[in-house]
């Protein structure tokens, strides 16, 4: 199966890729490499580097290309970031996702998956969120992701869109925002203190990226469209996270506590519960948080 994948140079973008060459897929990688990187993709891979938002910078890096399954990875992914340069994001996740939903009908894709994100969406959710759960978006980034979902539902291809948790897994970056574990880990084997933000009582659905993938090659069927979680449906406290990074890590350095990031967008609890994808047979999560790290840490 020929298959493009948007953002392919990031963190889930070239883990997709990688699990798509080790079944025997052919991988596009599509990518401006703003936060992504080539070192990220085995040799071998293609890499067309283009930005999404623009349209004929899109269609010129894939001439005459045709793919069976579009992956929408590409965005910008920060939370903050997104309330200070507004414009930026809107241009990237929604013109970017308007731009390649209709590459995908150009190019006759039998199908489109589109990355959404659960936590930027719902807002704060003391109960894990089903995609029945209001829509509360408190940033930017939230809104136009959910702009987004609505590009793809109203699109003449069938596509499906994930709500992701909080991915975590080899290849992340410790300067994004939302790493928490690449940022602890890295500190960690520095033997640095880790800076936690808050009182260390935040909450957030951690999904292995393994387990991310396996939804997005699982949608390829084609049985599903609309809206899915992709979580675990168990809210992790920063405070227990650390405490299962020691499991596998042995006693952390300092901790740090400071003040909560500015900005009025992060939440303080954040949970998806993925019963629908469960139940109609897309996913479920197999990675227990403590197995995930291993293989991260591992990496
Ligand atoms: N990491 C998470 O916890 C998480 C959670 C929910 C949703 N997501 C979604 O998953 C997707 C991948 O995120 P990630 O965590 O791998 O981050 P990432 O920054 O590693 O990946 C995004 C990729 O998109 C590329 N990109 C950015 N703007 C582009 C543009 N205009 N044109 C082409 N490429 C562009 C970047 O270079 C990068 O390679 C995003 O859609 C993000 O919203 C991530």
Not at 85 to 111: C, F, H, Q, S, W
Not at 262 to 291: F, M, Y
């Amino acid at each position: 199966m020929r298959v493009l994948v948007t953002g392919g140079a990031g963190f889930l973008g070239s883990n997709l890729v990688d699990a798509l060459v080790a079944r025997g897929d052919t991988a596009i990688a599509l990518d401006d490499l703003s936060t992504g990187s080539r070192t990220n993709l085995k040799p071998g891979v293609t890499l067309r580097v283009a930005d999404v938002s623009n349209e004929a910078a899109l269609y010129q890096a894939v001439t005459g290309q045709e793919f069976e399954v579009i992956v929408h990875c590409a965005s910008k992914t920060k939370v903050v970031e997104s309330m200070e340069k507004p414009e930026l994001y809107r241009r990237v996740i929604v013109d970017g996702t308007r731009n390649v939903l209709a590459l995908a009908r150009d190019r006759r894709a039998r199908m489109l998956v589109n990355i959404s994100t659960g936590g930027a969406i719902y807002g704060e959710t003391p109960i894990c969120a089903t995609e029945e759960t209001k829509t509360e978006p408190p940033s930017n980034y939230g809104k136009f992701k959910l702009e987004a979902e609505r590009l793809a539902a109203e699109a003449p291809i069938p596509t499906i869109s994930l709500r992701l948790g909080n991915i975590y897994g080899p290849r992340q970056r410790t300067d994004l925002e939302g790493g928490v574990v690449a940022i602890f880990a890295a500190a960690w084997k520095r033997g640095q203190p880790l800076t936690v933000f808050g009182d260390g009582e935040d909450q957030r659905d951690y999904v292995y990226v393994g387990d991310a993938v396996d939804a997005i090659t699982s949608a390829f069927a084609g049985t599903w469209t609309g809206v899915f979680n992709v979580g675990t449906g168990v809210a992790t406290s920063v405070k227990m996270l650390i405490r299962v990074m020691a499991e596998v890590l042995g006693p952390p350095p300092q901790v740090f506590y400071t003040a909560a990031r500015a900005g009025g967008v992060e939440l303080d609890r954040s949970c998806l519960d993925s019963s629908k994808a469960t139940q109609t047979g897309l996913w479920r999560p197999k990675t227990t948080l403590a197995d995930g790290l291993r293989l991260t840490l591992a990496a």
